[in-house]
């Protein structure tokens, strides 16, 4: 199964749509900025291009690894990958895993499913190495919570659309 690279790239999108809403100063912007030291100074003195274009960057990457979380019918090709004739269009192999996918492609395919995908991932992956990170740079609790709060919330959108329409 390979990914819809449009439905990707709008995925990659949600990072910064969702940081641009939930950091900013009217919501959570102000106890990011307190909690993780942040000054207006340090916040003029960036390159913005550089940091959105990477940004962008390493969302696509993550968008990419999501789909393989939130799609359970794309693990079916590792199942049968060999040398026997995997993706060879007529193989007894392809012949499988397309009956398979006729009979199986469809289910768990909805926003929701991809969303809880995505919730699982913030908590058990951003989480722990959001939370390992700022116990040793010595940040607080409330830092944690604010940053792992956008994660969540972004995986489980960024989970959703991919799930939905990827």
Known sequence: MIPNMLTLALAALIPIIVGFLYYNPKTLGNAWMIAAGMTEEKM????????????????????????????????????????????????????????????????????GHGA??????????????LGINALFERKSFKYIIINVGYWVITLALMGGVICQWG
């Open 44 to 111: 003029k003195g960036a390159n913005m291009g550089k940091i959105f274009g990477f940004s962008l960057l390493l969302s696509l990457m993550l968008a990419f690894i999501l789909f393989g979380i939130v799609i359970h019918q794309s693990a079916i090709y590792s199942l049968y990958a060999s040398e026997t004739g995997f993706g060879v269009e007529g193989s007894a192999v392809m012949n499988r895993i397309d009956q398979h996918m006729l009979e199986l492609g469809d289910r768990f395919r909805t926003f």
């Open 116 to 129: 809880l995908h995505g919730t699982i991932a913030g908590l058990f992956f951003a989480l722990p190495v």
